[in-house]
C-alpha cells in the first residue's frame, strides 16, 4: 500500500519560514520524481516545485522561486520544501505528489495534504 504522509505546515507570520516535510513507503522512492502541488481556497491545484527521480533536476512555479527549495534523502525516502519568505498568497493546502511514468501510463500518488496559512 502506497502512503505519502506529510507533515510541517502551520500558521506562520509574513516572512517566515516553514520545512514541509512528505514520508514516502510502498513504493520504489528512487523511481519517482517528487512535486508538491498547492490548492488554496476557491482555486485550482498548482504545481509549486519538483524534483526529479535522481534529485539532479529541480523545476519551481514563478511565484515561489528564489524563496521555496525542494530536495529529497534517498535514505529516508522523503521529500522536503522549504519555504521561505512566506507571503499571504502563498496560504494553501499543500500536497505531496510522486509520479512515474511506466508503460505509457501515468502513476501519480497523493498525499492527503497539510494546512499552510501565513497571516499576521
Known amino acids: 500500500q502506497v502512503q505519502l504522509v506529510e507533515s510541517g505546515g502551520g500558521l506562520v507570520q509574513p516572512g517566515g519560514s516553514l520545512i514541509l516535510s512528505c514520508t514516502v513507503s510502498g513504493l520504489i522512492f528512487s523511481n519517482y520524481a517528487m512535486s508538491w502541488y498547492r490548492q488554496a481556497p476557491g482555486k485550482e491545484r498548482e504545481l509549486c516545485a519538483s524534483?526529479?527521480?535522481?534529485?539532479?533536476?529541480?523545476n519551481y512555479t514563478d511565484s515561489v522561486k528564489g524563496r521555496f527549495t525542494i530536495s529529497r534523502d534517498k535514505a529516508k525516502a522523503t521529500v522536503l520544501l522549504q519555504m521561505n519568505n512566506l507571503k499571504p498568497e502563498d496560504t494553501a493546502i499543500y500536497y505531496c505528489?510522486?509520479?512515474?511514468?511506466?508503460?505509457?501510463?501515468?502513476?501519480?500518488?497523493w498525499g492527503q495534504g497539510t494546512q499552510v496559512t501565513v497571516s499576521s
Open positions: 505528489n510522486a509520479h512515474r511514468r511506466w508503460l505509457l501510463t501515468d502513476l501519480n500518488y
Open positions: 524534483i526529479t527521480a535522481t534529485g539532479t533536476d529541480t
